[in-house]
């Protein structure tokens, strides 16, 4: 259900996170680069001021600018962060940890001594620190 509307969540975000407009043009910028989107400071005055209401395209740069999803950013009462992202970056996280746990282990005998030292060091720690261990894995 739409209880809201982009220019209500553009204030919002901008007064949560300290943000003007052309902090929000910054963060844009490299989406609109790589989508072929221009976005310009009257654009974003006019959705933040609620005269006009970006189209898909804006949208999207916008939300992946700001780093919550569309629908958020439309008004719609949903999560800013929708759980499905949560999740891609844990898996993506997970996914780098593995590759990095597998270079190590492959690499582990060429290592010098004080290398292998260090890492078992900072693995000691990295274990030793309750907040360093999610719970699904603990």
């Given at each position: 259900?739409?209880?809201?509307n982009?220019a209500?969540?553009?204030?919002?975000?901008?007064?949560k996170?300290?943000?003007?407009?052309?902090?929000?043009?910054?963060?844009?910028?490299?989406?609109?680069?790589?989508y072929?989107?221009?976005l310009?400071k009257?654009?974003?005055s006019?959705y933040?001021?609620?005269?006009?209401?970006p189209?898909?395209n804006?949208?999207?740069?916008l939300?992946?600018?700001l780093?919550?999803?569309?629908?958020?950013?439309?008004g719609?009462d949903?999560?800013s962060?929708?759980?499905?992202?949560?999740?891609?970056?844990s898996?993506k996280?997970?996914?780098?940890t593995?590759?990095?746990l597998?270079?190590?282990?492959?690499?582990?005998?060429?290592?010098?001594?004080?290398?292998?030292h260090?890492?078992?060091?900072?693995?000691?720690f990295m274990?030793?620190?309750?907040?360093?261990?999610?719970?699904?894995?603990?």
């Amino acid at each position: 259900m739409k209880t809201s509307n982009t220019a209500l969540r553009l204030n919002e975000f901008m007064k949560k996170n300290g943000l003007k407009q052309i902090d929000i043009i910054n963060r844009a910028k490299p989406f609109c680069d790589e989508y072929g989107v221009k976005l310009s400071k009257s654009d974003l005055s006019q959705y933040v001021s609620g005269k006009v209401e970006p189209g898909q395209n804006k949208l999207y740069v916008l939300a992946r600018a700001l780093d919550v999803s569309e629908a958020w950013l439309m008004g719609y009462d949903v999560k800013s962060k929708p759980e499905s992202m949560q999740i891609q970056i844990s898996q993506k996280t997970t996914e780098i940890t593995d590759e990095i746990l597998n270079m190590l282990i492959k690499n582990y005998k060429k290592m010098t001594e004080s290398a292998k030292h260090a890492l078992l060091e900072y693995s000691e720690f990295m274990i030793s620190k309750p907040e360093n261990i999610s719970p699904q894995k603990a």
